[in-house]
């Protein structure tokens, strides 16, 4: 099959602000609404790519917005080729930087590029990276904050059987320790042994109160334990990771796939999860994969499920895809699950398209 050959005519962006079904309340902040930035890049050929950025705060879409625009005039007329486009786009924000926001623009403008041309030779995402249409495996994140045990028991009942999975994600980092365990504990009451129990301690710790925790949680069978202090201690996540036996889990704020390889010349970490607006879109997680195919660390996905099934179904180190539904409102075709697992859609591009009625109620001005 011939390459098609796609030229960037324009980029558009909105910014929706959608209602999250559940309110999630972290150590660090509490999320009751998803600001998201959508992304439409438009071919001279007609093909259009897809894609969204999360926000985070409201004005995180306005300025990820001009950055794109940026972005679109360094591009306008070109031909569609990531790879080459990733590196352009890196090296001109070298003196600006290579932290943050930039980041995550440049990240969306790379996944709408695959998603163009996938669409354009009429192959799913994943078969255009050369794997195969399947299910991944997946954990349901939409809730489990910091509320009572009883309530958080509660929840994880309801989010287990929502699609019948076999593993949900609890918050941690209440004020004492005896908490988090009173918690954990309720939780494992209600949903069994055999439920799986990856932990989030949002960034919320010191190194020393890290360790504490973590080596109470020993005890506890949980899975992992996720982001306990500040992302980029990678010396500190060394000595946790060191003095710990539950697996550490840590990534989802690494800003392109050089600050994996440092995280992993640390030993910061026993699993990596990348997260897809700031691994560096599709490319950078494919330098990502190759980075934890390696070191032979397991490798799972933060946020951007409809996304990131695709990319882990080319991952050597596939480990779990993290299911949250929060974009579900503007899509036009929601990622489908079965059993616990997320089924790749056998569609051409990612599968993201938008649902314009739902976009017009729910788009702030940028």
């Known amino acids: 099959m011939s390459r098609p050959i796609l030229t960037i005519r324009e980029l558009r962006t909105r910014a929706v602000v959608v209602p999250m079904e559940r309110q999630l309340h972290t150590r660090i902040a509490t999320f009751d609404k998803a600001p998201f930035l959508l992304i439409d890049l438009e ?3 007609g093909v259009t790519g ?5 926000g985070y705060l409201n004005r995180g879409t306005t300025y990820m917005a001009a950055i794109l625009r940026d972005i679109l ?3 306008k007329g070109q031909r569609i080729a990531p790879v080459d486009q990733y590196t352009t ?3 001109s924000l ?5 932290q943050g926001l930039a980041t995550m623009a440049a990240s969306g403008f790379d996944i709408a590029c695959w998603d163009a041309l996938s669409k354009a030779r009429g192959l799913p995402l994943v078969r255009q990276l050369g794997g195969t249409v399947q299910s991944i495996r997946a954990y349901n994140s939409n809730g489990l904050g910091l509320s009572s045990p009883e309530t958080v028991a509660e929840e994880a009942i309801e989010l287990l059987a929502d699609r019948n999975f076999d593993a949900v994600k609890v918050r941690i980092g209440r004020e004492t320790l005896a908490e988090d365990i009173q918690t954990i504990r309720a939780v494992r009451k209600a949903v069994g042994d055999d439920v799986i129990l990856p932990t989030d301690f949002n960034q919320g710790l010191s190194v020393s109160e890290s360790i504490h925790r ?5 005890q506890e069978g949980v899975y992992w334990i996720e982001e306990p202090i500040r992302y980029d201690d990678l010396l500190g996540y060394a000595k946790i990771t060191r003095e710990v036996k539950t697996p550490i889990q840590l990534g989802e704020n690494f800003y392109g796939p050089k600050t994996m390889a440092d995280a992993i010349r640390a030993n910061a970490g026993d699993y990596m999860m990348p997260d897809l607006q700031r691994i560096g879109g599709v490319t950078g997680w494919l330098r990502a994969a190759a980075l934890t195919e390696a070191a032979g660390i397991d490798m799972s996905s933060h946020l951007f499920p409809e996304v990131s099934c695709h990319l882990l179904a080319v991952t050597p180190t596939r480990h779990w895809l993290e299911y949250v539904n929060w974009a579900e409102p503007v899509l036009a075709e929601p990622l489908e699950l079965k059993n616990g697992h997320a089924l790749i859609p056998d569609r051409p591009g990612t599968g993201v398209e938008w649902n314009e009625e739902a976009v017009s109620r729910y788009q702030v001005e940028l």
Do not use: S
Not at 94 to 98: E, M
């Open 214 to 218: 973590g080596q109470a949680l020993d």
């Open 50 to 54: 897809h894609a969204y950025l999360f």
């Open 94 to 98: 070298t003196l600006a930087g290579h």
């Open 89 to 91: 786009i890196e090296k």
């Open 43 to 45: 071919t001279e050929e």
């Open 73 to 75: 005039a360094t591009t």
